[in-house]
């Protein structure tokens, strides 16, 4: 059981410890960096030139890790292959929109419409791959009951893959913040999965929690490199994708509340603008709220991670 543990985190945290300097120095002698939105916090323009695209090298340490642990142990399973495919595939468009940032030296990448169009793909792919396997499509709604609707789930899942990537995103604005909230959020699901025996997906919680391990070394603050919307966008869709594999589905509202409360607070602020022309919080996404109140990015990385773990620590609880 240790041995399920170790093998996968130790791999894929060995592989993007050991990669990860060499990318930085490589991007930094190109002075490839990222380039700071001006209607964030004005003492973040200091991070300008800062290497991005991190999420690459922990994607590919996940990737190598899943394959190789997979062949060994037995367990290179389909939903394994589909995980690590959403993972990917997420990983590809939030590189290509990362590419056209660095490139391009600005802060806007891919337009809003083309990375839609490339997370709704991705989600019609996670679906018939899913359907293919034969994973049940039932599917409870709150307040309505049960439904085994093929349409209805599938509009479901795209959605939710759609959502949570986009969710974990917009969390991405910390040092740090993500990378310590990806470990919690991938652990629980490892060890959902681990009570439920399916060894297949807890492979892959585990190779993204050491990825994630190693890549934070990187990341706290003061950065040496983001991890980008490479990493972001990947790590949200996989999330989504073993929460769906794993038929729990629901279960995201509260092991991923940050990622919730952090993508809330964007609607419910654009719609109080646009509908009253005032500010519900001082600056959104809500992270940025506490450090115009004057926390520090350390204080809000420490509050959000262990509000993160005791939500997760709940559903355990309440699960296992």
């Known amino acids: ?36 939105r001006e209607e964030g916090p004005k003492w973040h323009l200091k991070k300008s030139g800062t290497p991005t695209m ?42 290509w929109d990362d590419f056209i940032k660095v490139s391009m030296k600005r802060n806007l990448g891919l337009r809003a419409w083309q990375k839609l169009s490339g997370q709704i793909l991705v989600g019609l792919i996670f679906m018939f791959a ?3 396997e034969g994973f049940s499509t039932n599917l409870y709604i709150p307040f309505i009951g049960n439904t085994n609707s093929l349409i209805i789930f599938t509009l479901f899942a795209i959605f ?26 991938y652990g629980t699901y490892a060890l959902m999965a681990m009570s439920q025996d399916r060894m297949d997906i807890a492979l892959v919680c585990w190779s993204v929690v050491g990825g994630l391990v190693a890549f934070i070394f990187y990341n706290h603050k003061p950065a040496k490199i983001f991890m980008g919307d490479v990493g972001s966008l990947a790590l949200g869709g996989g999330l989504a994708a073993i929460a769906l594999i794993l038929q729990r589905p629901w279960s995201l ?32 996404p809500i ?14 990385d420490i509050v959000f991670w262990i509000f993160g ?12």
């Open 309 to 320: 773990m005791i939500c997760s620590a709940i559903y355990l609880l309440n699960y296992l």
């Open 253 to 284: 509202l509260l092991i991923g509340l940050v990622y919730v409360i952090e993508t809330a607070s964007v609607m419910l602020q654009v719609g109080s603008f646009k509908l009253f022309h005032r500010r519900i919080f001082k600056m959104t």
């Open 54 to 95: 991190g999420g690459l090298i922990f994607i590919i340490g996940i990737l190598i890790t899943n394959i190789w642990v997979g062949l060994v142990k037995g367990l290179f399973s389909l939903p394994l292959i589909i995980v690590s495919a959403v993972i990917v595939l997420f990983g590809i468009l939030g590189f």
């Open 130 to 132: 899913y359907n293919h």
């Open 160 to 185: 939710w893959l759609v959502g949570f990537s986009n969710a974990v995103n917009l969390t991405d604005g910390l040092d740090g913040l993500v990378s310590g909230l990806g470990i919690i959020s």
């Open 1 to 36: 059981m240790l041995a399920d543990i170790l093998i996968p985190l130790l791999s894929s945290f060995s592989i993007t410890v050991m990669v990860l300097p060499l990318f930085i120095g490589y991007l930094r002698m190109h002075e490839e960096g990222q380039q700071i």
């Open 287 to 300: 992270h940025h709220h506490f450090e115009m109140l004057g926390w520090s990015e350390w204080k809000i």
